[in-house]
């Protein structure tokens, strides 16, 4: 409860401004200090709001249990804006090894904090505590890496930065309607069909959500900089633009239709038969992640070229078009029929995407843009059937053997097939991963 408050409110620690630097090419020192100690003001404010809000956030969720560790895990906003900027700054800068150096180290801080504090039967705090240590270790490293290339001056001057509190401000509403367009069904369902229903849900939308949300957020945190940095050249932004799109096909396309097949027995294995009603769910939800994640470049791409705006007004839109569509889903069809309007909805919109934003931002591109997603299909068309040949003929071995055979096979096929239809792409996806060139 108190990680999904704090989600919310992280939406609005910095106002977007991190966006607005990244995409200025030569923000000055004044303007940098100024957005550092407005960063600072930010997260004192989102500090207090937490705290004041917290015996009415108790009520919400009817649990008492809540107060302390909703009131300890706000001090992130006091701690986070110390390294904020910093890491913005080494963003910009294409300094992918040293952030990732930073990141990783406050995530291994924080496993082994939470984990010493749980073995010492510290319960829930340990994690929370983790959390914290995560924020100090990585705020630390940070203002370590970047201090000999820049550090704050004492100025302040709210007026020099306009420009970029109005680009934040979009960016902000956009991440704002972002979340509500994920989270949207688990509200309606929730609140409609009730708390057991929720869970199978929830389950599901974990299980299809999670694995891609491993390399996704790396691609997106490479092409914003770059794309800012190359938005003159219009023709440079388009082949960097479906270069990132047949990366994240390549594997996404398969790990999702791969999940689609083999959920029935994930489930079972991992959670046990009597969250088997959360398999049909968890199939539909693969393809909806599928394309959420493939549209996901989207975003760097409006915000490379500084069309914060036009990243708002298309969140707001779909988010407006989402609620009616979910509750008639929920009305027709229950949790599944909320799945199946959610993936209806989201071809609806990577159609409409594509006319309204990429075409606007890179010109006439269809062929090139479908194309891109051609050999990765193949691969995952291939990926799904080889394990779902593998559920036919593995149905007489324990559910752990079959879950282990149709990963076996699942990584063979892949690793084979990409070899044989995606060849160039390996090497271009590791460079790219590697130095964002």
């Given at each position: 409860m108190a990680t999904v408050v704090i989600g919310f409110a992280q939406l609005f620690t910095d106002f977007g401004v991190s966006g607005a630097i990244i995409h200025r090419r030569d923000p000055t020192k004044e303007e940098l200090s100024t957005l550092y100690w407005l960063s600072m003001l930010f997260g004192i404010s989102i500090f207090l709001l937490v705290e004041l809000c917290t015996p009415l956030l108790v009520q919400l969720f009817r649990e008492p249990a809540l107060t302390g560790p909703l009131r300890l895990i706000g001090l992130v906003f006091l701690i986070s804006p110390f390294g904020q900027q910093h890491q913005v700054l080494l963003q910009k800068a294409l300094r992918f090894r040293a952030l990732s150096?930073?990141?990783?180290?406050?995530?291994?801080?924080?496993?082994?904090?939470?984990?010493?504090?749980?073995?010492?039967?510290?319960?829930?705090?340990?994690?929370?505590?983790?959390?914290?240590?995560?924020?100090?270790?990585?705020?630390?490293?940070?203002?370590?890496?970047?201090?000999?290339?820049?550090?704050?001056?004492?100025?302040?001057?709210?007026?020099?930065?306009?420009?970029?509190?109005?680009?934040?401000?979009?960016?902000?509403?956009?991440?704002?309607?972002?979340?509500?367009?994920v989270y949207l069904a688990h509200a309606l369902i929730g609140s409609l069909l009730g708390?057991?229903?929720?869970?199978?849900?929830?389950?599901?939308?974990?299980?299809?959500?999670?694995?891609?949300?491993?390399?996704?957020?790396?691609?997106?945190?490479?092409?914003?900089?770059?794309?800012?940095?190359?938005?003159?050249?219009?023709?440079?932004v388009r082949r960097g633009y479906m270069r990132i799109l047949r990366v994240l096909s390549a594997v996404n396309m398969p790990l999702s239709l791969g999940l689609a097949v083999a959920a029935p027995v994930a489930v079972n294995v991992l959670y046990g038969e009597q969250w088997s009603a959360a398999v049909p769910l968890a199939q539909v939800l693969a393809i909806v992640a599928l394309l959420r994640s493939s549209g996901t470049p989207v975003g760097s791409l409006l915000l490379g070229f500084g069309r914060a705006d036009l990243g708002f007004y298309w969140s707001a839109t779909k988010m407006l078009l989402q609620l009616p569509g979910i509750y008639v889903g929920i009305r027709f069809g229950g949790a599944f029929g909320a799945a199946l309007a959610f993936l209806l909805l989201q071809i609806v919109f990577s159609i409409v995407a594509y006319a309204f934003l990429i075409r606007r931002l890179l010109g006439p591109c269809g062929r090139e843009y479908i194309l891109s997603f051609i050999p990765s299909l193949v691969v995952a068309f291939g990926v799904a059937g080889l394990v779902y040949v593998t559920a036919l003929l593995g149905a007489d071995l324990s559910p752990i053997s079959l879950l282990v055979a149709e990963m076996g096979v699942g990584l063979v096929a892949y690793v084979g097939l990409q070899f044989a239809f995606n060849r160039p792409l390996i090497s271009d996806s590791l460079r790219l991963l590697r130095d964002g060139r």
């Amino acid at each position: 409860m108190a990680t999904v408050v704090i989600g919310f409110a992280q939406l609005f620690t910095d106002f977007g401004v991190s966006g607005a630097i990244i995409h200025r090419r030569d923000p000055t020192k004044e303007e940098l200090s100024t957005l550092y100690w407005l960063s600072m003001l930010f997260g004192i404010s989102i500090f207090l709001l937490v705290e004041l809000c917290t015996p009415l956030l108790v009520q919400l969720f009817r649990e008492p249990a809540l107060t302390g560790p909703l009131r300890l895990i706000g001090l992130v906003f006091l701690i986070s804006p110390f390294g904020q900027q910093h890491q913005v700054l080494l963003q910009k800068a294409l300094r992918f090894r040293a952030l990732s150096i930073c990141i990783s180290a406050g995530y291994i801080a924080n496993a082994i904090v939470a984990i010493w504090l749980a073995i010492l039967g510290f319960g829930v705090y340990g994690l929370v505590v983790g959390q914290l240590v995560n924020a100090v270790v990585r705020a630390v490293m940070l203002m370590g890496a970047q201090w000999g290339h820049w550090k704050p001056m004492w100025h302040f001057d709210v007026k020099s930065v306009s420009g970029y509190l109005s680009f934040g401000l979009y960016q902000t509403g956009d991440r704002a309607a972002n979340f509500f367009n994920v989270y949207l069904a688990h509200a309606l369902i929730g609140s409609l069909l009730g708390a057991r229903v929720l869970g199978y849900y929830t389950l599901a939308f974990e299980l299809a959500y999670k694995p891609l949300d491993v390399i996704t957020p790396i691609i997106s945190r490479v092409a914003f900089p770059i794309f800012a940095i190359a938005r003159d050249d219009r023709s440079r932004v388009r082949r960097g633009y479906m270069r990132i799109l047949r990366v994240l096909s390549a594997v996404n396309m398969p790990l999702s239709l791969g999940l689609a097949v083999a959920a029935p027995v994930a489930v079972n294995v991992l959670y046990g038969e009597q969250w088997s009603a959360a398999v049909p769910l968890a199939q539909v939800l693969a393809i909806v992640a599928l394309l959420r994640s493939s549209g996901t470049p989207v975003g760097s791409l409006l915000l490379g070229f500084g069309r914060a705006d036009l990243g708002f007004y298309w969140s707001a839109t779909k988010m407006l078009l989402q609620l009616p569509g979910i509750y008639v889903g929920i009305r027709f069809g229950g949790a599944f029929g909320a799945a199946l309007a959610f993936l209806l909805l989201q071809i609806v919109f990577s159609i409409v995407a594509y006319a309204f934003l990429i075409r606007r931002l890179l010109g006439p591109c269809g062929r090139e843009y479908i194309l891109s997603f051609i050999p990765s299909l193949v691969v995952a068309f291939g990926v799904a059937g080889l394990v779902y040949v593998t559920a036919l003929l593995g149905a007489d071995l324990s559910p752990i053997s079959l879950l282990v055979a149709e990963m076996g096979v699942g990584l063979v096929a892949y690793v084979g097939l990409q070899f044989a239809f995606n060849r160039p792409l390996i090497s271009d996806s590791l460079r790219l991963l590697r130095d964002g060139r």
